[in-house]
């Protein structure tokens, strides 16, 4: 599966746009990452995910990005089965990683590819 995520500063306002946008009165997932300084709202629309992201606190990286950049588009996550043999493939082609090793938030591993790579576009691998 496909996840596309937008950066917003209010979370709760962004909400009543994307939500009703995308057919829905609710998100159909909402969390928090502490160790990342996240509050997620998510939407399933046919195979596609939309994530709503806020910063919790000041200088995560969502916080750094609207700072930067401000509202919008900030990355594309892709699910994949194992994101060490992931990482390999991206690794032996070439591709720049930011993380050495794969994050871990709950039972998933996840690891970006550097932006510059990728015109300007976060891209996340998670298992």
Same mark, same amino acid.
């Given at each position: 599966?496909?996840?596309y995520?937008v950066?917003?500063?209010?979370?709760d306002?962004?909400?009543?746009?994307w939500?009703?946008?995308?057919?829905?009165?609710k998100?159909?997932r909402e969390?928090?990452?502490e160790?990342?300084?996240?509050?997620?709202?998510?939407?399933k629309v046919?195979?596609?995910?939309y994530e709503?992201i806020?910063?919790t606190?000041e200088?995560?990286?969502?916080?750094?990005?609207i700072?930067?950049?401000?509202e919008g588009f900030m990355l *594309?996550?892709?699910?994949?089965?194992?994101?060490? =043999?992931?990482?390999?493939g991206?690794?032996?082609?070439?591709?720049?990683? +930011? #993380?050495e090793?794969?994050? *871990?938030?709950?039972?998933?591993?996840?690891?970006? =590819?550097?932006p510059?790579?990728m015109?300007g576009?976060?891209?996340?691998? +998670? #298992?």
């Open positions: 599966m496909t996840t995520v950066a917003v500063k209010d979370l306002a962004a909400a009543e746009v939500g009703p946008f995308f057919g829905k009165t998100p159909d969390y928090t990452h160790a990342e300084g996240i509050r997620v709202f998510g939407y046919g195979e596609i995910y709503l806020a910063s606190r200088g995560s990286e969502v916080d750094r990005f700072s930067r950049k401000g *594309v996550s892709f699910k994949v089965p194992n994101t060490e =043999v992931a990482m390999k991206l690794i032996d082609q070439g591709y720049q990683l +930011i #993380d090793y794969p994050r *871990v938030w709950r039972q998933s591993h996840y690891v970006f =590819v550097h510059e790579l015109n576009v976060l891209v996340e691998i +998670i #298992d």
